[in-house]
């Protein structure tokens, strides 16, 4: 009898032994080839959406060189010319909003060098001016450590204007509460105010945000533990930053990650969730807002009951990131 199952198995037959292990192998490459495919189509996918990106169209590296001054980390540039009044602004400062640093802005202002200095701070906890030992990030230490900045590079004692995006604007706003005398005017690019924004249980209002800003919403230890996961291994997370946003210039997301969780934690908390923007728009200097008709993270009602004493602007088609996909607008009111 074992010798006719062998024989049959020589003839055509299979053979038990040999037959589950055959089988394993094709299940295994069938994984495989899905595998293969599933990441093939999400290449194709992602590259087709980066390279429609009116973002990544618009964005290309400063020219500026990094520096710290004054404890603050920046990209600065470009000289005041002579041409310009007493009463004209000698310095634009531009800052930029959660999850990003001066590097969001790329070159698109640098025009502005040609008759003033355009600084682009990074605000503290963020990109160049990460320091692990700091523990203060209220809007109070971002405004001392702009203005400390500008005193080193020797731009403090003169007028400028200042503007804002997303959560910067909260910052624009405070610094120009402080100094209404040299604050000629305050631009803010898509100010996130938002009514109920801290309702963490209503998905819909936070699926326009980030990667790290979703996971926070959650309030969970495994959300927490992936969120620091991010901001501690920045190379790893600069490039799934990437991935999840093809919208963003990769250079932006790979640099978008360098930053202290602190200082994440509290421009999440103190700048969106829980800002004032009734206060922080009561100051003494004209105030433009320019937001998009297609802004998720802005709400337009709401806006307009904070920002009566604004001027706002909208934009017809723009997204969240008008302020690089339309730097003109910045450039015209320069020019009035």
Avoid: K
């Avoid at 020589?10 to 990441?39: E, Q, R």
């Avoid at 203060?136 to 020797?154: H, K, N, T, Y």
């Avoid at 945000?209 to 901001?231: E, K, P």
């Avoid at 009602?301 to 008008?322: K, S």
């Amino acid at each position: 009898m074992v010798c006719g199952a062998r024989l049959r198995a020589a003839g055509g037959d299979v053979d038990p032994d040999h037959a589950a292990p055959f089988h394993l192998v094709t299940i295994l490459l069938t994984l495989v080839a899905v595998i293969l495919a599933i990441a093939i189509v999400g290449l194709i996918s992602w590259e087709v959406r980066h390279r429609r990106s009116d973002l990544v169209a618009s964005w290309n590296p400063s020219t500026y060189p990094g520096r710290v001054s004054g404890g603050l980390g920046m990209l600065e540039g470009g000289s005041v010319s002579d041409r310009l009044g007493p009463d004209e602004p000698a310095a634009v400062v531009l800052v930029h909003g959660l999850g990003a640093t001066a590097d969001y802005f790329g070159d698109l202002y640098e025009g502005i060098g040609r008759t003033r200095r355009l600084v682009l701070p990074d605000l503290l906890g963020f990109g160049r001016s990460l320091d692990e030992q700091r523990h203060d990030f209220s809007l109070d230490a971002q405004v001392g450590a702009i203005e400390r900045g500008l005193d080193a590079i020797g731009a403090g004692g003169g007028r400028l204007v200042i503007a804002g995006h997303s959560t910067g604007a909260a910052v624009a706003l405070a610094f120009a509460a402080r100094h209404p005398a040299r604050v000629t005017d305050v631009v803010l690019w898509s100010p996130p105010v938002r009514s109920h924004a801290e309702d963490a249980d209503d998905a819909d209002r936070w699926r326009p945000f980030g990667l790290t800003t979703r996971l926070h919403q959650f309030g969970t230890d495994w959300s927490y533990r992936a969120s620091q996961w991010m901001v501690r291994h920045p190379t790893s997370a600069g490039l799934l930053t990437a991935w999840v946003a093809p919208r963003i210039p990769v250079p932006v997301s790979r640099r978008s990650v360098v930053q202290s969780w602190s200082a994440y934690e509290t421009v999440i908390d103190d700048f969106l969730l829980h800002a004032d923007w009734v206060s922080l728009f009561d100051v003494d200097v004209p105030v433009t807002v320019f937001h998009g008709t297609v802004d998720d993270l802005v709400d337009r009602t709401e806006l307009t009951v904070v920002a009566r004493h604004a001027r706002l602007v909208e934009v017809d088609g723009a997204d969240h990131h008008l302020a690089v996909t339309r730097p003109d607008l910045l450039f015209d009111l320069l020019e009035r």
